[in-house]
């Protein structure tokens, strides 16, 4: 998942803006770059420090 | 012949320019992961003719999935790359971008979708990122055919690269820099379109947006498809094609093998088209007049949803439900293509990422997601009795699909993995584009459709003749009759419908079975093995160890599954 972000050009430090994240088990929709990139809320978690 | 290849980040148009370059029509969509094998087609170059071939999108060199994997396979067999980019999102494709500079190999960079970046106000310097990259740069509209012939044209110009290896951390410090250098983005404000892109993205407001998108696209497929079938298919076959038929009956002397393999059964010296069985009568009408225009519906809906680029956002508010059922969202467009036909359904499945999702996911559309000209079929033959009939057979199909898909979650060793799906903005489908999907596909429907029906109906008619389906009908019985409740002579559908769904499902017509058999035949026929297409597909796919596997679990689920519904049927009903 970390190399796939990578790839897309968000890593440590990145600013990204939170699109949709709501319930629990819902997946994280985010932006970054311009591109709006979908990831499972459990590996969100475990990623991102600062929401 | 020279060999060119078009390599790029998924959903920047490289299918599109594929098609536009050699004329090959292609399927090409408004998500990442239209493409998952690659494809070649011939162009005409200044000197010589040209094989051009359209690779599967991939992020970098290093393959996730295996669609990925084709792609980065390809690299090495190609004489010149033309590297795809979408000039919208610069930044995040030249990562690939500097990683095939590293490759060596003579390359020309395209920036695509160059007139919704001018939209976006987004400015490029294109002589400077040439300079920068050391190969020329090319802007193009795909979508509209606008500086083709200048990419053409300077295929003699490529360049052989000279570029040292860096490793991934340098290589983004180096974007930053180009970035910096050749792009000013000048601020606005977003726009309604964007609002809108996120608002559909949201829970509450996606999910009930969502149900009305699927039940409006619902209604207009039923709406388009039992019009075409009313006032142009029927009308076109008893006017035009049953004198033609009638004539031929008259000239075979209205009896005998021959008149009853082309022609079948007259049914008070009329023709019946479904219940014939004739090649020239049921073979032709029930793919073309039954199950056409419903498919025709169905692929110009889900062509228009595709290219709008709503199918992303629907596999993020399904990735919870999908994940009670061992997959995550973007199982949910193999699902939607298998509605269509399953085919492109298994092989969308290349998209998952892990041999237990692919398993699931195949198994899973294999029983429980009929095809659209099964579906056609069973509402023409079901439909007749009223809605309760369909409500029952779908519904029954839904719930298997669920239950099915958690015990397989719980039952079979791993985890499903987590969803990761870059979601492209809406955008307003070009009708070009789209109709030529349409086409694609509705050639591909009739080519496999036709023959296998033909076949199917030889088959049976042999069969029949040489007394085959009665015998096996007499051992088949216990199970046929004692468990399902249905005639002997429903073995015969069973039999065909592994050649053809639709066919077998037209077959039991004129058997005259009430309402509750009906049901129950239905939904056995959808569940029990896939049609002869789908099964080649899935065995390559999965191999011989997990497709007897999958079959196995269709087996016994249909008979189980036939066998509740004839009970409960016969109880309450």
Known sequence: MLTKLNVMGVSVGTKIKKISSTSPNWPMVFEAKGVQVAIGKGIAQKIFVKI | ?573
């Open chain 2, 1 to 573: 012949m020279k060999k060119i290849l078009l390599v790029g980040n998924p959903n920047v148009g490289k299918s599109v320019l594929f098609s536009r370059l050699t004329g090959v029509n292609v399927v090409a969509s408004n998500y990442p992961g239209t493409t998952i094998e690659f494809t070649e087609g011939v162009m005409s170059g200044k000197k010589e003719k040209i094989k051009l071939i359209d690779t599967p999108g991939t992020y970098s060199l290093s393959p996730t999935c295996s669609a990925e994997k084709v792609a980065t396979e390809m690299i090495q067999k190609g004489d010149l790359i033309i590297n795809v980019l979408d000039a919208t999102h610069l930044e995040r494709n030249l990562l690939l971008t500097l990683q095939l500079l590293e490759q060596k190999k003579p390359m020309i960079v395209v920036l695509n979708i160059w007139d919704e970046a001018k939209h976006k106000g987004i400015k490029i310097n294109v002589k400077k990122l040439e300079k920068l990259l050391g190969v020329p740069v090319i802007t193009i509209i795909a979508l509209t055919g606008e500086g083709l012939k200048k990419l053409v044209s300077s295929f003699e110009k490529a360049k052989t690269p000279c570029t040292k290896q860096i490793s991934t951390e340098k290589k983004w410090c180096k974007i930053g820099k180009i970035i910096g250098d050749v792009q000013v983005v000048t601020h606005r404000h977003h726009t309604l379109k964007e609002k809108f892109r996120d608002l559909t993205i949201k829970p509450l407001f996606g999910i009930t947006f969502a149900i009305l998108i699927l039940f409006l696209v619902f209604l207009a497929i039923k709406f388009v498809g039992e019009n075409l079938i009313e006032y142009f298919f029927e009308p076109l076959f008893e006017n035009l094609w049953s004198p033609i038929i009638l004539k031929l009956s008259v000239f075979l002397n209205g009896e005998g093998f021959l008149h009853n393999i082309l022609i079948g059964e007259l049914v008070g010296n009329k023709i019946a088209y479904v219940e014939s069985l004739g090649l020239l009568t049921t073979g032709l009408f029930v793919p073309i007049a039954m199950v056409l225009p419903y498919v025709f519906a169905f692929y110009v809906f889900l062509s228009l949803l595709e290219d709008v680029g709503y199918l992303p956002r629907l596999s993020v508010l399904m990735d919870n439900i999908m994940h009670r059922v061992g997959l995550h969202g973007c199982s949910i467009i193999p699902m939607f293509l298998g509605l269509g036909c399953n085919v492109p359904g298994a092989l969308a499945s290349r998209i998952l990422e892990s041999k237990r999702e692919k398993f699931i996911a195949m198994t899973l559309m294999a029983i429980a997601i009929p095809c659209m000209a099964q579906t056609a079929m069973i509402i023409g033959l079901i439909g007749a009795t009223g809605a309760f009939g369909i409500g029952f057979v779908f519904g029954t199909l839904f719930l298997v699909w669920i239950v099915l898909g958690i015990i397989l979650n719980k039952s079979i060793k791993g985890e499903s993995p987590e969803l990761f799906m870059e979601i492209p903005p809406y955008r307003i489908p070009h009708l070009r584009t789209l109709f030529k999907k349409v086409y694609v596909r509705i050639k591909s429907f009739i080519g496999e459709a036709l023959l296998y029906v033909l076949l199917g109906i030889l088959f049976i008619n042999i069969l029949y003749s040489l007394g085959i389906i009665q015998f096996v009908g007499k051992i088949t019985a216990p199970i046929i009759t004692g468990i399902l409740g249905l005639p002997e002579e429903a073995v015969g559908s069973l039999i065909i419908g592994f050649l053809r769904k639709d066919v077998a499902i037209g077959m039991l017509l004129p058997l005259g079975l009430t309402v509750n058999q009906l049901i129950v035949a239905s939904v056995v026929l959808a569940m029990y093995f896939p049609c002869i297409a789908t099964f080649i597909v899935m065995l390559k796919e999965l191999g011989m160890k997990d497709m007897l596997k999958s079959a196995g679990i269709m087996v016994f689920s249909a008979f189980f599954v036939g066998g509740v519904l004839n009970l409960l049927l016969n109880t309450f009903f």
